[in-house]
């Protein structure tokens, strides 16, 4: 074998080892990340508090004023 190839072969297995090690950081990060809440944000009208209620509600009471508010869509 020549020198040309001792260096491709060592070139390649290292960027393969490179590329298992960032598909598994990335598999790690996705798993323990932070997941969507399926909550409904709101704002109220009245004083302009944010706030999130559950999925199941279309409109809830804001807990600082207790105004009726709609879901705001995105």
């Known amino acids: 074998m ?3 190839v ?9 960027m393969s080892g ?7 950081s990335e598999i790690r990060s996705r798993k323990f990340g932070p997941s969507a809440s399926q909550d409904h944000v709101f704002r109220c009208v009245q004083c302009g508090l944010v706030y999130t209620d559950d999925a199941d509600v279309d409109r809830s009471r804001c807990s600082q ?5 709609d879901v705001i869509e995105f």
Request: net charge negative; glycine share 12%.
């Open 65 to 69: 004023c207790g105004t009726m508010n």
């Open 2 to 4: 020549g020198e040309d």
């Open 6 to 14: 001792l260096i491709f072969i060592y070139l390649l297995i290292l």
């Open 18 to 24: 490179l590329g298992v090690l960032v598909i598994y």
